[in-house]
């Protein structure tokens, strides 16, 4: 895995995924693969989160009944950024609980995550302006297989969106 990471261009960002990896690992992986950011994806407390270097941190949070934004305020001092998703994989939630998140946190950058595709992206850009999306299922024609058109689709809407940066 290593050989293709050194081969990322410039200007690339490497973020590895974990989920509920023990702290020593996910050291170990971060070093050997030289990954910019770590995006902790489990049940990870802010206790876990201290172990990296803040600037690294993306810590992804499902959005359950009941959430409230400030579930997320004891992260703050080690994180660098926050992922909001759904509960299961490819399902929307309801992108205003995602909107209450980034005006309370107006200076953390907002990742969205669950159910965007190309026909959503434009609604979910409008309601949460987030820092960034994360596409996985919902952009595939089976689990694990990307589906070009889909991504081109996905990432047309998105240049299309007036808020798009180029």
């Not at 990954?35 to 499902?62: M, N, W």
Request: aromatic content about 8%; glycine content about 4%; overall charge negative.
């Amino acid at each position: 895995m290593r050989s293709w990471m050194e081969d990322l261009p410039p200007f690339v960002d490497s973020v590895g995924v974990f989920v509920d990896e023990k702290v020593s690992q996910v050291k170990k992986i971060s070093e050997l693969c030289r990954l910019t950011c770590i995006q902790l994806h489990g049940h990870e407390t802010p206790d876990y989160c201290s172990e990296f270097p803040k600037e690294r941190v993306i810590k992804a949070i499902r959005i359950q009944k009941g959430f409230k934004p400030a579930a997320i305020k004891p992260y703050l001092p080690y994180i660098s950024g926050i992922l909001l998703d759904s509960p299961r994989s490819g399902e929307r939630f309801d992108w205003n609980i995602a909107r209450l998140v980034r005006e309370a946190y107006a200076d953390l950058p907002l990742i969205l995550a669950g159910g965007i595709t190309a026909d959503t992206v434009d609604e979910a850009v409008r309601i949460v302006q987030p820092y960034a999306i994360d596409v996985s299922s919902s952009v595939e024609t089976s689990p694990g297989v990307k589906d070009p058109q889909k991504v081109q689709d996905l990432i047309q809407r998105l240049h299309d969106h007036p808020s798009f940066i180029p």
